[in-house]
C-alpha cells in the first residue's frame, strides 16, 4: 500500500481537526461566546450613548454651555497632561515586566503600550488591548509567558487600586460642615455616599493587598480550593497567580502603586483644566478638592461599556456644583476627555499602520489563544480613563 504524500497528510489532518477534534469545536464556542458578549456590550453603550445625545439634544442648559466661549489655551494643556499620564503608565508596566527579568526594551513598551490604548479605545476584531500587549511581550520571552501575563494583570490591579486610593484619600479633605450641608441636598447624599465607599473599598482592598503579600499566604492551597468558588473564583485564581510570581518584590509594588497615584493626579489635573475652560463662570465651578474626589470613582465606572462614564461623571459633577452651576458640565467634560482620548489613541494607530502585517499576526493569535488576563474591570474598562491607568 503506497504512503500517503504530504499533501494527502495535510488533507488527512485537516479532515479530522473539523471533524472529531474537540479542542476545535470548543474554540469555535469560545469565538461564539466572544462574539455575542462584544454585541452586546456595543449595543449597550449604543443605547447609553442614545440616551446621552437625547438628553443632551433636550437640555438648553447644555446648548448654552456648548456655545459660551471657551479659554482654549487652558483647555489644550489638558491633552499633553494625559500624554504624560498614559505614557507614564506605560513605563510603569515596562518597569514591573523589567523587574521579573523579561525583556522589553522603552520603545517597544511604547509601541505596546499605545497600540493597546488605541486597542481599547478604537476596538479591533474582539481583541482588548491588554491581551495586545501581553503577545507582544510574550513573542519577545516566548518562554516565559506566566509572567508576561501576570506582569499586565499586576499593572491593570495596581492601576485600579490607585484611582480607589486617591479617591479615598481625597475624600479626607472634604470639610465637615461641607458634608453635612452635602446631606440635607437633592444630589448631596451622592457625594456623600460615595466618600464612605471608596474609603470602605480602599481600606478592604489594602488589607486585602497587605494579607496576600505576607509570605507563605499565596502559597497556601486554600486559594487553588476558592478557584472553584462561583463569580470570584476564576478572578481570586488569577489575581493569586499573579501575586505569586510578585510576592518577592514589594518594594517594586508599592513603588508601582506610588507612580500610579502621580498618573491619577494627572487625570484629575486635566478634568479640572477642562472645568476651567469649558465656559462655566468662576463662581460656579466645584471646588477642586470636590473633582479630586468624583474624578476617580468616574473613572472606575468607565470599566463599563461606554457611556456609563458620562453618565456617571455627569451625576457627581451635578452633585458637586454650587448652586446656579449649568446643568451638563460633567457630560461637557467627558466629550472633551473622549476627543482628547482619541487624539491620544492616533499615536497606536500610527504603529498600526506601519506595521499592519505584523500586528494582523498578533491579532489572530490573541483571538485564537488569548491570554488568561481577563477580569471583570478590566475588559473594560476598554475605552475608559481607568483602561490606561
Known amino acids: 500500500m503506497p504512503l500517503p504524500s504530504v499533501k494527502d497528510a495535510g488533507r488527512l489532518r485537516e479532515v479530522r481537526r473539523l471533524d472529531g477534534n474537540r479542542p476545535c469545536q470548543t474554540s469555535y464556542v469560545v469565538q461564539a461566546k466572544k462574539h455575542i458578549s462584544t454585541l452586546v456590550k456595543v449595543g449597550l453603550s449604543a443605547v447609553l450613548i442614545g440616551v446621552i445625545a437625547w438628553k443632551a439634544y433636550h437640555d438648553p442648559g447644555f446648548g448654552d ?51 493597546g490604548y488605541a486597542f481599547n479605545l478604537i476596538p479591533v476584531g474582539l481583541v482588548a488591548g491588554d491581551s495586545v500587549k501581553a503577545v507582544m511581550l510574550i513573542h519577545q520571552n516566548p518562554k516565559r509567558k506566566t509572567e508576561a501575563v501576570a506582569s499586565v494583570l499586576v499593572d491593570r490591579v495596581i492601576g485600579l487600586y490607585g484611582l480607589l486610593l486617591m479617591a479615598a484619600i481625597a475624600s479626607l479633605f472634604l470639610p465637615t460642615a461641607k458634608v453635612a450641608s452635602l446631606a440635607n441636598e437633592a444630589h448631596g447624599t451622592t457625594i456623600v455616599n460615595l466618600s464612605y465607599a471608596v474609603r470602605t473599598l480602599a481600606i478592604l482592598c489594602t488589607a486585602g493587598l497587605v494579607v496576600i503579600l505576607i509570605p507563605g499566604v499565596t502559597r497556601s492551597r486554600l486559594w487553588d480550593r476558592l478557584e472553584h468558588a462561583p463569580l470570584v473564583g476564576p478572578v481570586l485564581h488569577k489575581l493569586v497567580g499573579a501575586m505569586r510570581v510578585y510576592s518577592a518584590r514589594i518594594d517594586l509594588l508599592l513603588a508601582a502603586i506610588g507612580i500610579s497615584l502621580c498618573i491619577h493626579f494627572l487625570y484629575v489635573t486635566a478634568v479640572v483644566l477642562m472645568t476651567m475652560s469649558i465656559g462655566i463662570a468662576p463662581e460656579h465651578q466645584p471646588p477642586v478638592r470636590d473633582i479630586f474626589v468624583i474624578v476617580p470613582p468616574s473613572m472606575i465606572a468607565g470599566a463599563l461599556p461606554i457611556g456609563v462614564y458620562e ?13 446656579g452651576a449649568p446643568q451638563g458640565m460633567g457630560l461637557m467634560i467627558a466629550l472633551a476627555y473622549r476627543i482628547i482620548q482619541s487624539l491620544i489613541a492616533s499615536i497606536g494607530v500610527g504603529y498600526w499602520l ?30 475608559s480613563p481607568a483602561s490606561s491607568s
Not at 76 to 89: G, K, S, Y
Not at 311 to 323: G, K, M, Y
Open 354 to 383: 506601519t506595521s499592519r502585517g505584523e500586528m494582523q499576526e498578533i491579532i489572530h493569535e490573541a483571538e485564537e489563544s488569548p491570554p488568561d488576563i481577563d477580569t471583570p474591570a478590566e475588559t473594560e474598562a476598554a475605552a
Open 311 to 323: 453618565i456617571t461623571i455627569e451625576l457627581l459633577f451635578r452633585a458637586i456644583a454650587p448652586a
Open 65 to 115: 454651555l456648548v456655545k459660551k466661549p471657551k479659554d482654549w489655551p487652558i483647555l489644550l494643556l489638558a491633552l499633553p497632561v494625559c500624554l504624560v499620564a498614559v505614557t507614564i503608565t506605560i513605563l510603569r508596566w515596562q518597569m514591573l515586566a523589567r523587574a521579573l527579568g523579561l525583556r522589553l526594551s522603552t520603545r517597544s513598551a511604547l509601541r505596546a503600550g499605545f497600540l
